[in-house]
């Protein structure tokens, strides 16, 4: 699970907790959020 405030504010975070290729179809990412508007953010960095 991936915490989406630290993910939104943080590029070493997102290196680190989040990886992908082309191929990785379908995609599913599990944030765990304080805020509806943490969660939206960190969906819409990793949305297509």
Do not use: G, Q, Y
């Given at each position: 699970m991936?915490?989406?405030d630290s993910f939104v504010q943080s590029a070493?975070?997102?290196d680190?907790?989040?990886?992908t290729n082309p191929t990785d179809e379908?995609?599913?990412v599990q944030f765990a959020a304080k805020t509806p508007e943490d969660?939206?953010?960190a969906a819409?960095?990793?949305a297509p």
């Open positions: 991936i915490m989406a070493k975070a997102r680190n907790e989040f990886t379908p995609l599913i969660f939206a953010d819409e960095m990793v």
